[in-house]
């Protein structure tokens, strides 16, 4: 199995495994919702609902995969992302947490760009 197919599976097995304990939950207000792209490898969990007459759209995690590297660009979970992830066997070389400023990546134990 080639990296991007690893990234790709691990991805979406710990998304699922987000949204599906979420989508559980008996005082779930929101649609818990899952948007998977394998060609332009992007991966979104986001919550989709109404404040009265407003629509919502809050994204819980946004990633993607550039430059042979998983791109954690949002992450709302208290475990975090990254963590899940090396959990499967990903390096935390190969994450780049992309929602620190550049400058501040290098203060991680994770990969800079």
Same mark, same amino acid.
């Given at each position: 199995? %080639? ?6 599976? *691990? ?7 987000? #949204? !599906?304990?979420?989508?559980? *939950? *008996? !005082? /779930? ?10 060609? #332009? #490898? #992007? ?7 109404? %404040? &009265?007459?407003?629509?919502?759209n @809050? +994204?819980?995690? @946004? +990633?993607?995969?550039? @430059?042979?590297? +998983?791109?954690? =660009?949002?992450?709302?979970t =208290? =475990? &975090?992302?990254? !963590?899940?992830?090396?959990? /499967? &066997?990903?390096? !935390? ?10 400058? =501040?990546?290098?203060?991680? *134990?994770?990969?800079?760009?």
């Open positions: 199995m %080639d990296k991007l197919e690893q990234y790709q599976i *691990a991805i979406k097995q710990v998304l699922t495994e987000y #949204h !599906n304990w979420v989508s559980g *939950a *008996a !005082n /779930l207000t929101d649609e818990s919702c899952l948007i998977f792209d394998d060609n #332009h #490898h #992007h991966y979104i969990w986001c919550f989709l609902g109404w %404040d &009265g007459k407003k629509r919502t @809050n +994204i819980q995690v @946004n +990633i993607r995969i550039k @430059n042979d590297k +998983i791109w954690i =660009e949002e992450d709302w =208290e =475990e &975090g992302i990254a !963590n899940e992830l090396m959990k /499967l &066997g990903i390096s !935390n070389f190969d994450i780049v947490l992309a929602f620190y400023p550049p400058e =501040e990546r290098k203060y991680t *134990a994770f990969a800079t760009a």
